[in-house]
């Protein structure tokens, strides 16, 4: 996570991957050991994909295409809080 950046519930991320940024949701404020649940944003490109939370242009201003939220790859990362 960037440095000094502080997680919360509800929030929103762009992570750095490699040249180019991508969504991720904020599941939950960190826990007590710094960890937040985060969950990738994808553009729905395949015939098939999780309809379980279906996202469209416009719902966050990142959002351009229609998009669902891609559980199956859900991530812990660790929140990292600047000195």
């Known amino acids: 996570m960037t440095p000094g950046y502080i997680p919360y519930r509800t929030a929103s991320y762009l992570a750095p991957v490699p040249d180019i940024h991508h969504l991720y949701a904020v599941m939950n404020d960190p826990c007590p050991e710094g960890l937040c649940l985060m969950v990738n944003v994808t553009s729905i490109r395949a015939r098939y994909h999780d309809p379980a939370c279906l996202l469209d242009d416009g719902d ?7 998009s669902y939220m891609l559980y199956r790859l859900a ?3 660790k929140a990292v809080v600047a000195p």
């Open 60 to 66: 966050h201003p990142f959002i351009q295409h229609p």
């Open 75 to 77: 991530a812990t990362m």
